[in-house]
Structure formats: structure tokens, C-alpha cells
């Protein structure tokens, strides 16, 4: 089901939640909501399922407009944070509430709704849950009931607000592969609200970074990474280090004499203008140097500029923290030996993305 | 009351169970047991025939009934009423709110003789309410009508303070994850909101009609007090100790005692059945 957002604000008050946002989601896709909290990532999709009403712009689902549709009359599954089980419901009644509140001609007969429910509950994984209550269970578990009851109307458009916030790390990790397959077996249009970058970037197929109530960039992972439109996306993106700089005939200097300077074409996203400049540097890209043995050169060097602060492995890769100057800075490099705390080194970026 | 009472059971995390409950059981003995006792024993020096004799007089049944059924009938007429007024209170803001919220409680401020005259002063036939009533045919004061009425009047604020506080913590989610599913408004209130309330509801009802039944200041003037038709349980008692026929008095209190007691165990009951969780 494609989903066509023009022009969409929104106010509470004083605060502007959303502002002039237009968005074009195709059928099918998987698209995530990534931004800060207070982007107004949750309120867009409140309206998109009919819970929450735009002051102008439109949202158009298959070409519908959906200014005078009820929520009721949507048929958009939707997942809460909290999830919102009913609390004294049987999961198994939570999952079959949709099927029950259809009017009369609509509502399939007992024995059909039982048969869809199992099979939902056998889909999400807890078919032996059927006769527990919500508080019986656990956060991972209450979040797929959560999800079989939406699913249980059989939505075209599935929405999820932060499905896997407050779940631990590994239950989350299980969720969102089982979500991904859900999404390739069902073949629905599904959008999720997530401050999670590694979550959306994982997920989705699009990704809408917001900020402030704007949809500041709506690009594939690869290209959000690759090519940030702007300073907000950069740094949000990415764990890149934030770097005051000037850009001057076409070369992007450093204000940490140490950093030293980067020819034009050595960026990855040169900055549009002539003059001060924000310049961001991803873990991965940096050149490091450490005094004594090891992958680094002697001490003869000049311009020790940084000092190991701490040092993990990280799969292969090492992992460390730098120390510029008082800022702490993200670095991955190759290899393992000659990266102890404590010891100085010079850095360098070897590209940044510049923005002025 | 041993002073370490808590030590030989279990180590507990909360101290003080053993002067907590030692406390407890003190005051409740001095204050409910012991008077509860008195009432038991007082009609016992009459022998059980003597009770069943005092208590076997058509007068004493037509007021025990009254009294029970006007009560019931007074707070599951509080119900809708209760609920609506919670409602009004916890999900819209208007101006007079807060004056609206002050005025459900002062059935509990006033005292129930004040309530009882302005009561019939309104329903009496020749009242503001009670002359157009009259003119419908119907009879509110001096009825059993009225003196369900009267004991609605006191039960009211139980209703919506207990159901007030659970509709407040009521999360909206579950309202709209009931509308993203299709459900209507009825079937959302009926289905997801009712079944949350139930269990503040049927508290509300059950100190409603425990109130109602022991209600006398503001039946009585309302009631009319005629034996066999308008006269109440907690009344017949104080006409029987007018009579200086303190046993019989308290037979009728025992018999109240009973009723009640039976009563308040079974929607007790209820209330655990609610929740099978």
C-alpha cells in the first residue's frame, strides 16, 4: 500500500512538531522514522494511522485521501510502544479483538477466528501463550502478541513505534531478523518509528532522518552514509567525530593544527561555500600512527597530537578512544597490538564529509 | 501481643509487621469488634425463640426489606450515574470543572439531617420537584421511591471516587490500539474500558449500598416513616428503643449485621472472581 504525505504540520501548543513534511513511501517498502526524541517521528505516524490530525497538508494512502477516514476504518495495523495489550484479555483474545469487533456480516465464525489466531500466535512464535495474560509474560513476548493482534486484521499498512525500545539486546536482535523475513513473507508496506540508527539502518529500505519536524533526508542506508545532505544527518549518522574546519581554495583546514588539511578532492561531500565549515570524520576513516613498535613509527615524527584513552576489540577490528586536545574521538583501525591506553599517537583523517 | 511478633516467622524486608498489626487489632477491638460483640450478646439475653419472636413481626421483614433492596437499588442507580460523572471529570476540561468536582463531595460534608429536609422539601408534593412529579402521577416523598432516592443521594461520591482514579491511570493506547483494530466506540467502551472498570465499579457499588443500608438521617425525613411501607430497618431500631425494648432493638441491629455482613462476603467474592490474573 503506497503512502503519499504532502505538506504535513503539525503544532501542540508552542512546540511545532511537524513542519511542511511530504514524504512518498512506495508499496511494499520498509521504511524507517529515525530521528531524536522530539523530531516528530511518532506524531507523523499517529496520523498516518488516524490517531492524531494534521493542521494542513494530506496524507494519501493507494491515492485515498485520508482527511475524514476514522482510525476504525483504516485497517493500518499499529504497534504501540508500550504495546497496549489489553490487560485482561487472554493473549489469545487480544489477538482475536480485531476479528471480533467486525460488524456481524463481516466477522468469520468462532471456528475461524480460533484457526487465525493459532496461526497468527504460531507465526509470531508463542503458540503456547494462548491462555496467558499479558502480565503473565515477558517484554519480548508482549511486544509479539502486540504484534499478532495487529497483524490479526490483516493490514496492508503495518506501523510500529519504537517496536524494540525497551527490549533487551539479544531479544531485540531475534525480533528484528524475524521482523525483516515477516516483511519479505507478508509483502505489506511496513514504516517504524526508531532513534536507533543501527536499528533503521539494519531494517529498512528508506530511511526518513527527522529532525525538529522536519524529514531532513529520505535516502537508502548506503546513501544516507555515503552522501548526508546535511550537517544534522552527518552527525547523527554514522558515530562520525564533529570537527570545526575552514574550507579555503578548494582545501578543508583542520582548526586543530594537528589534524593538519585535506585537499577538495579528498572529501567525501565538499562543503557548498568558501569559509567556516563543519567537518565530520567517520571511525573508520582515520590514519593512526602510534609511537613506538608496533604498526606505528618512532617517536622522530613530529605532531603527536592525541592519546589512546581506551582500547577494546571489536570483531577483528580494534576499537579505540582517542583523546584530541580534550575531544574524545572514535576511531576503528586493523590489527591489535600496539594500541595500549595511554599511548600518544598521531591522527589524521584520511576524507570528511565538510558542510558549511 | 508478643513484641517480636514478625521474628519467629520469616526475616522480612518491611519492619515492623508485629507493632503494625499488634496496633491494628487493638484499635479495631476497641472500636468495631467489642461495640459488634455487645450487639451479638445484647439480643441473646432474650433466647433464640425470644429473637426469632422479635424479629418473626411482619413490621421488622417489610423494613429489613426495604432497607436492603432501597439500598441496592440506590447503588446500581450510582453506577451509570457514578461513572458518567467520573468520566465528565477525568476526560474533559471545562470551566467549572474543579466546582463540579468539589460538589460530588458534599453528600460526605453535609450532614445527612440537612440533606434529608432539603430532600423533602424538593420532592414533597407541593416541592419544585415533587409538585410536576405529582402532576405525572408519580409520589416520591414518603415513599419507598424517596427513600431510595435519599440513600442514592449519599452513595453517589463512593462511585466516582473509586472509579475516578482507575479511569485517570486508564492508558489511552488501549482505547486506540481497540480503534486501529476496527472497533467502534461502543465496542471499544464496552469491551476494553468497561472491563477495566469493573472491578473500582463493583467497589463503588459495594460501600454505595453498604452506606445506604446504614443510612438514617437523610431517609428519614424523606420516608415518611409509615410501618410496613416507608419505615427502615436502622428507624425501627430507634423506635424500639424509644419503647425502652433495648433487646429487641438490638435483635433487628443483629439481623442488620447479619445481612449486611452476608452481603458485603458476597460482593467481595465477585470482586476476586474479576480478575482471574
Known amino acids: 500500500m503506497s503512502v503519499e504525505i504532502l505538506g504535513l504540520s503539525r503544532r501542540f501548543g508552542e512546540a511545532q512538531a511537524l513542519r511542511d513534511v511530504s514524504l512518498s513511501i512506495a508499496a511494499r517498502a520498509f521504511v524507517a522514522l529515525l530521528g531524536p526524541s522530539g523530531s516528530g517521528k511518532t506524531t507523523l505516524l499517529r496520523i498516518l494511522a488516524g490517531l492524531d490530525f494534521a493542521d494542513s497538508g494530506t496524507v494519501r494512502i493507494e491515492g485515498r485521501d485520508m482527511a475524514e477516514v476514522p482510525a476504525r476504518e483504516r485497517g493500518i495495523g499499529f504497534v504501540f510502544q508500550n504495546y497496549a495489550l489489553f490487560r485482561h484479555m487472554t493473549v489469545f483474545e487480544n489477538v482475536a479483538f480485531g476479528l471480533r469487533v467486525r460488524p456481524r456480516r463481516a466477522r468469520p465464525p468462532e471456528a475461524e477466528i480460533g484457526r487465525r489466531v493459532r496461526r497468527l500466535l504460531e507465526m509470531v512464535q508463542i503458540p503456547e501463550l494462548e491462555r496467558r495474560y499479558p502480565d503473565q509474560i515477558s517484554g519480548g513476548q508482549r511486544q509479539r502478541v502486540a504484534l499478532a493482534r495487529a497483524l490479526a486484521i490483516e493490514p496492508p499498512l503495518l506501523l510500529l513505534d519504537e517496536p524494540f525500545g525497551a527490549l533487551d539486546a539479544e531479544v531485540r536482535k531475534g525480533l528484528r531478523r524475524w521482523l525483516r523475513e515477516l516483511h519479505a513473507q507478508l509483502g505489506i508496506t511496513i514504516v517504524f518509528v526508531t532513534h536507533d540508527q543501527d536499528e533503521a539502518m539494519e531494517l529498512a529500505d ?34 562520525a567525530a564533529r570537527l570545526p574546519a575552514r574550507f579555503q ?3 578543508l583546514r583542520f582548526e586543530d593544527p594537528g589534524l593538519g588539511t585535506l585537499p577538495g578532492a579528498a572529501l567525501a561531500v565538499a562543503p557548498r561555500r568558501e569559509g567556516a565549515a563543519l567537518a565530520f570524520v567517520r571511525p573508520h576513516e582515520w590514519e593512526v600512527r602510534c609511537a613506538g613498535e608496533g604498526p606505528g613509527e618512532g617517536p622522530g615524527e613530529g605532531g603527536r597530537n592525541a592519546v589512546i584513552r581506551a582500547s577494546r576489540p571489536a570483531g577483528g577490528r580494534r576499537h579505540l578512544e582517542v583523546d584530541l586536545a580534550g575531544l574524545t574521538i572514535e576511531i576503528e583501525v586493523e590489527g591489535g597490538a600496539g594500541y595500549e591506553p595511554g599511548r600518544p599517537c598521531v591522527i589524521r583523517p584520511r576524507t570528511a564529509r565538510a558542510y558549511s | 501481643m508478643r513484641g517480636g511478633g514478625a521474628s519467629g516467622l520469616r526475616r522480612r524486608v518491611l519492619p515492623g509487621f508485629g507493632l503494625s498489626l499488634g496496633l491494628t487489632l487493638a484499635w479495631l477491638s476497641t472500636i468495631v469488634l467489642i461495640p459488634l460483640l455487645a450487639l451479638v450478646l445484647r439480643p441473646l439475653e432474650l433466647g433464640p425463640a425470644g429473637i426469632w419472636a422479635s424479629l418473626a413481626e411482619p413490621r421488622v421483614w417489610a423494613a429489613l426489606r426495604l432497607s436492603f433492596l432501597a439500598a441496592l437499588a440506590a447503588a446500581a442507580l450510582n453506577l451509570p450515574i457514578g461513572l458518567l460523572a467520573a468520566w465528565v471529570l477525568v476526560r474533559y476540561r471545562f470551566p467549572g470543572r474543579r466546582l463540579l468536582d468539589g460538589m460530588v463531595d458534599l453528600p460526605f460534608a453535609l450532614p445527612t439531617a440537612v440533606a434529608g429536609l432539603a430532600l423533602t422539601a424538593l420532592y414533597a408534593p407541593n416541592g419544585w420537584l415533587g409538585a410536576p412529579l405529582a402532576a405525572l402521577g408519580v409520589k416520591v416523598a414518603y415513599t419507598p421511591l424517596g427513600v431510595m432516592l435519599a440513600m442514592a443521594f449519599v452513595g453517589l461520591p463512593f462511585v466516582v471516587r473509586t472509579v475516578e482514579p482507575v479511569l485517570r491511570d486508564l492508558p489511552r493506547e488501549a482505547e486506540e490500539a481497540a480503534a486501529t483494530l476496527g472497533a467502534g466506540r461502543g465496542q471499544t467502551f464496552r469491551r476494553v474500558i468497561l472491563p477495566a472498570l469493573a472491578p473500582a465499579l463493583l467497589a463503588g457499588f459495594t460501600m454505595a449500598a453498604a452506606r445506604a443500608i446504614g443510612e438514617y438521617g437523610s431517609v428519614i425525613f424523606i420516608a415518611g416513616n409509615m410501618p410496613m411501607v416507608s419505615e427502615i430497618a436502622p428507624l425501627l431500631i430507634v423506635v ?23 452481603l458485603l462476603l458476597v460482593l467481595n467474592l465477585a470482586s476476586r472472581f474479576w480478575r482471574p490474573a
Open chain 2, 240 to 262: 424500639r428503643l424509644e419503647q425502652f425494648d433495648y433487646a429487641g432493638a438490638a435483635a433487628v441491629g443483629l439481623a442488620m449485621l447479619f445481612l449486611s455482613f452476608l
Open chain 1, 249 to 251: 581554495g578548494g582545501t
Open chain 1, 206 to 239: 528508506k530511511v526518513a532522518v527527522m529532525q525538529a519536524g522536519e524529514v531532513s533526508q529520505f535516502d537508502p542506508p548506503d546513501v544516507l552514509l555515503e552522501r548526508p545532505a546535511n550537517a544534522f544527518v552527518a552527525g547523527f549518522l554514522g558515530h
